[in-house]
């Protein structure tokens, strides 16, 4: 009777364990759903690209492309705006809990006199970046393309380094994408076609790109992204391109 009781009890054991683990299992599989869905809530931070100046800001057209629902985009952006403008709204950001920050051209206008890159310089950055990769949020941040005056290269090959520290930050290449413009044009693809794409096709003007060229950045970011998660993301595939069909630079099937 006493071994028949042990057992009984065992069993009771077993039987609680085995309701406790069940009933854990749907929030776990559901905590763990909610951190593989990369575009639930966008913050996108920067200055006038990312304030849609001349056309959608990239950040927003993927956004849109990934269905975030139009409450769960966040921008914060205004044209001229170098990143100090924004330290102000970073506690705002880490509250709103989002889970992508495009920052396309949060430093376009950091180093616009920048002949080296300084100590102090490099823990602003280094700590401005801490702060937004704390948010849990992946940092899709742009670096510095030939747009910016004087040189650029040192902060280029800073963010690089930090990239390789901060796991969820990516940083976009934004300078090889504006320099394979020039001067021949770079090849995209269209649905079923290339198109060779010069600068006049995708920029408004010297520095904002067009509904075109920010539809070509907006697929580089997704490209990128879907390289880093790819269990992270249920891709609709690229934007489709606003190309008229009749475009002189198709470079065939």
Avoid: W
């Avoid at 959608?56 to 952006?77: D, K, N, Q, T, Y």
């Avoid at 100590?119 to 280094?126: P, S």
């Avoid at 075109?212 to 790819?230: C, D, F, H, K, W």
Wanted: hydrophobic share 40%; net charge positive.
């Amino acid at each position: 009777m006493r071994h028949s009781r042990g057992t009984s009890h065992g069993r009771s054991v077993g039987t609680v364990l085995l309701v406790v683990l069940c009933l854990a299992l749907p929030a776990s599989a559901a905590s763990t759903q909610q951190e593989r869905r990369l575009f639930e809530s966008v913050v996108i931070l920067g200055a006038s690209v990312s304030a849609n100046e001349r056309a959608p800001s990239p950040g927003l057209l993927l956004a849109r492309h990934m269905g975030v629902a139009e409450e769960r985009i966040f921008i914060f952006a205004e044209g001229g705006a170098p990143s100090a403008r924004h330290l102000a709204l970073l506690d705002r950001i880490e509250r709103l809990r989002p889970t992508l920050i495009v920052a396309l051209d949060l430093l376009y206008h950091d180093f616009k006199a920048s002949l080296f890159l300084t100590g102090k310089k490099k823990r602003y950055l280094r700590d401005y970046i801490a702060r937004l990769h704390s948010t849990g949020a992946v940092v899709a941040l742009g670096n510095l393309p030939g747009l910016v005056l004087l040189r650029h290269e040192h902060v280029n090959r800073y963010l690089d380094e930090l990239a390789a520290e901060f796991p969820n930050l990516i940083v976009l290449d934004v300078r090889h994408l504006i320099g394979g413009l020039e001067p021949y044009g770079m090849l995209v693809r269209d649905g079923t076609r290339q198109v060779r794409l010069t600068r006049k096709d995708v920029f408004a003007d010297r520095v904002h790109p067009n509904l075109l060229g920010s539809t070509v950045m907006a697929n580089y970011i997704l490209e990128r992204l879907e390289q880093r998660y790819p269990g992270r993301i249920e891709s609709n595939g690229p934007l489709p391109l606003p190309i008229d069909k009749t475009l002189s630079h198709c470079a065939g099937q």
